[in-house]
């Protein structure tokens, strides 16, 4: 696989991946006006905004090394040059 294929790969998986992120710390950051905990809205139920931040960051950890791993890896020396 070429280099330029793996940037259009990696590249909006890079980008999904902080914009996850920044959507979990947004999740953990954020408090109401009262001061309780704060409930976010996914798939039409109500979860605690601390579990969706943190799970939300660990996805776009993961997402983010993936895509840095997926850019920077050589070819592999068992395919046929071109």
């Not at 980008?15 to 109401?32: E, Q, T």
């Not at 009262?34 to 139920?45: A, E, I, N």
Request: glycine share 12%; proline share 2%; charged share 15%.
């Amino acid at each position: 696989m070429t280099r330029f294929f793996r940037l259009l790969i990696g590249l909006p998986v890079l980008a999904s991946g902080i914009l996850i992120g920044l959507y979990g710390l947004l999740a953990l950051l954020y408090r109401d006006e009262g001061g309780g905990s704060t409930y976010v809205t996914l798939f039409g139920r109500q979860l605690n905004g601390n579990f969706v931040g943190v799970t939300a960051l660990l996805i776009a950890l993961a997402m983010i090394f993936v895509s840095v791993w997926f850019m920077r890896r050589r070819n592999s020396r068992f395919a046929k040059p071109s």
